[in-house]
């Protein structure tokens, strides 16, 4: 069984870089069968899509337009882990931060997630 | 203002048969598998449905969707104090090239 852990960093300043891990359990971050998440939540937008990264016989990253020009998605193997950094955030930025795995490429299906963060941008 | 629409709320008695509807375009819903997932305060979105109509292992059949051009619904029948949850539906966009999420429906159990 899949699970996804977390880090936590809480508050974050404004004009700073957000970072979250997520470390994968029974899984493999380079499977060629998965797809890697960042999705947050927030009262204002709902539930949103960030990006994602997954291994193709090469390494893919896709963003959502709205975060292109600040988000960056990696994989680590060494850790069996993914990383999410936003930089320049706002309070805008302020939500629950969830990792999740999809098992396939072209679908709103998410079968397994992590426990989810909150991220609160103030200074 | 999420991409797919629904109701911000619906409720029901126990028992009762509660449906969810999630509103898309002919780039998402039209084209391409809906999920359907609960939450719970504190807690991750589960998946509840996937790929239009099948369920998860543990997810018991009073949870079923069915889809009609750009719309589709997700039914909850015998209806249970433990329904009362946020609960979404998802799916991929073709032209953004991107999954999708609707504004989430919140669900009381009267």
């Known amino acids: 069984q899949v699970q996804l852990q977390q880090s936590s960093p809480g508050l974050v300043k404004p004009s700073q870089t957000l970072s979250l891990t997520c470390t994968i359990s029974?899984?493999?971050?380079?499977?060629?069968?998965?797809?890697w998440n960042w999705i947050r939540r927030s009262p204002s937008r709902g539930l949103e899509w960030l990006g994602r990264?997954?291994?193709?016989?090469?390494?893919?990253?896709d963003y959502a337009k709205s975060m292109r020009s600040r988000i960056i998605v990696d994989p680590d193997t060494s850790k069996n882990q993914f990383s999410l950094q936003l930089t320049s955030v706002t309070p805008e930025d302020t939500g629950v931060y969830y990792c999740?795995?999809?098992?396939?490429?072209?679908?709103?299906?998410?079968?397994?997630w992590g426990q989810g963060v909150l991220v609160t941008v103030s200074s | 203002q999420s991409i797919l629409t629904q109701p911000p709320s619906a409720s029901g008695t126990p028992g009762q048969t509660v449906t969810i509807s999630c509103s898309g375009t002919?780039?998402?819903?039209?084209?391409?598998?809906v999920s359907w997932y609960r939450q719970l305060p504190g807690t991750a979105p589960e998946v509840l449905i996937y790929?239009?109509?099948q369920r998860p292992s543990g997810v018991p059949d009073r949870f079923s969707s069915s889809e009609s051009g750009t719309s589709a619904s997700l039914a909850i029948s015998g209806l249970r104090s433990e329904d009362e949850a946020d609960y979404f539906c998802?799916?991929?966009?073709?032209?953004?090239?991107?999954?999708?999420f609707g504004g989430g429906t919140k669900l009381t159990v009267l």
């Open positions: 990264t997954y291994y193709r016989s090469r390494w893919y990253r």
């Open positions: 999740a795995r999809s098992a396939t490429f072209i679908s709103g299906w998410f079968d397994s």
């Open positions: 998802a799916t991929w966009d073709d032209s953004r090239g991107a999954p999708v």
């Open positions: 029974g899984d493999s971050v380079s499977s060629s069968d998965a797809v």
């Open positions: 002919g780039s998402n819903i039209v084209s391409n598998f």
């Open positions: 790929r239009n109509n």
